[in-house]
């Protein structure tokens, strides 16, 4: 083990992302994502009351991606995590580089990011369809990956599964079914994104060695935000059709918009849904315990997301099939925390039932010591 590999081994307890458990991440997902999804909605739809008209998704992201960028290397920078990354040898320096798998994954990163923005962009399809076809896909993909992965699916992550989709369904009841050619190609692609990602993190990362799971989560963030910048760039400068256009605007004419502040918030908050949602997946527990965990806290966010807005802006409340949906997340939750916490209480009283041997008295021991040292 050389100097690098023994600093960050040391580090390793202080340093990693599971200071707070899989549910104080999930809080933090929650967190982030509810001031995220309210404050992007009233940008949108114009319900800002200093800033009238509404504004095109295509239109708001550049400037949230490029926020995002920033705030994930300050994060990695104040955790100290650049260690936990590969390295390649360029110009005579070590730079943080990542595998064939983390890069791989980070794409798909990528991938999820542009494709759920452009599912709100089609013309003629239902917003709420399209939540349901997404969340309610990556839902079913979770027990797909753990079965092809050959990880073993406790009973109890399928209760809390079926529970959570259940609620997905029930709180977008009533969404146009209309679908259209290229909105269903964005939702595949969207979903693929999602396989692929929990695939390699399957097999190359959810582990009990922690510094193998916060290497796959910097390695991949230096691929995912990355990545798609540098696309949204190239869309802007070839400025061809009617989408790139939209972007270019992003980068040329929404920073004199006066929303500014508003569309950097939106992408910090991001990276914050980003970095508590990948950690949460990362979690040594199956996709089918993981996954529910992150898009139950994304529904909760998205019900107070949705009182907020009314409280605030006078926008629609929330409906009752909505909070019907919250109701059976609640009863996911409750699932997926009280049978690993009865089965964690069973295994502590079978160890502490187990009797120890007697312990002998050190000065004893010492005792014997001399005795044999003057033998």
């Known amino acids: 083990m050389d100097e690098r590999e023994a600093d960050v081994a040391e580090s390793a307890a202080k340093n990693s992302g599971w200071d707070f458990g899989i549910w104080g991440l999930a809080f933090g997902y929650f967190a982030a994502y509810a001031p ?8 949108t739809k114009g319900l800002l009351p200093y800033h009238h008209g509404r504004v095109d998704g295509l239109v708001l992201v550049p400037m949230t991606v490029v926020a995002s960028f920033f705030a994930m290397i300050a994060f990695l920078t104040f955790k100290r995590w650049w260690r936990y990354a590969g390295t390649r040898r360029i110009f005579g320096r070590d730079v943080p580089f990542p595998s064939i798998w983390t890069a791989l994954s980070g794409l798909c990163s990528a991938t ?9 962009t089609f013309d003629g399809v239902s917003i709420v369809f399209i939540m349901l076809l997404m969340r309610g896909g990556v839902l ?16 109890f992550s399928w209760v809390g599964l079926m529970l959570s989709l259940v609620a997905v369904v029930v709180a977008d009841r009533g969404g146009d079914v209309r679908l259209t050619f290229a909105c269903g190609g964005n939702v595949l692609a969207y979903l693929a994104g999602y396989f692929i990602k929990l695939q390699v993190m399957s097999r190359r990362a959810k582990s009990t060695d922690e510094n193998a799971n916060v290497r796959y989560f910097v390695e ?59 950690l949460i997946l ?19 966010a998205g019900v107070v997301a949705s009182f907020s ?15 019907l949906g919250a109701t059976l997340v609640t009863g996911a939750i409750l699932f997926l ?30 005792a014997v010591q001399e005795e044999g040292d003057g033998q």
């Not at 807005?309 to 909070?323: M, N, S, Y």
């Open 220 to 278: 991949e963030q230096l691929v995912s935000t990355p990545a798609l910048l540098l696309f949204l760039g190239v869309l802007a400068v070839v400025d061809r059709g009617p989408v790139m256009h939209l972007v270019r605007e992003g980068f040329v004419g929404f920073p004199r918009s006066g929303l500014l502040l508003e569309a950097l918030a939106i992408g910090v908050l991001s990276q914050g849904t980003g970095i508590f949602g990948g």
């Open 36 to 43: 995220y999804s309210a404050l992007t909605k009233a940008v």
């Open 140 to 155: 079913m993909i979770a027990p797909m990956v753990d079965l092809v992965a050959r990880r073993p699916v406790r009973w």
């Open 112 to 120: 999820i990011i542009i494709t759920t923005t452009l599912a709100y």
């Open 309 to 323: 807005l009314a409280w605030l802006f006078h926008d629609r409340l929330p409906g009752f099939f909505e909070l």
């Open 282 to 300: 990362l979690d040594k527990r199956e996709n089918t315990f993981c996954v529910p965990v992150n898009r139950s806290s994304s529904i909760l």
């Open 337 to 366: 925390t009280v049978p690993p916490m009865l089965e964690r209480a069973r295994a502590r009283r079978l160890r502490d039932s187990i009797p120890r041997a007697p312990r002998v008295p050190a000065d004893l021991v010492a």
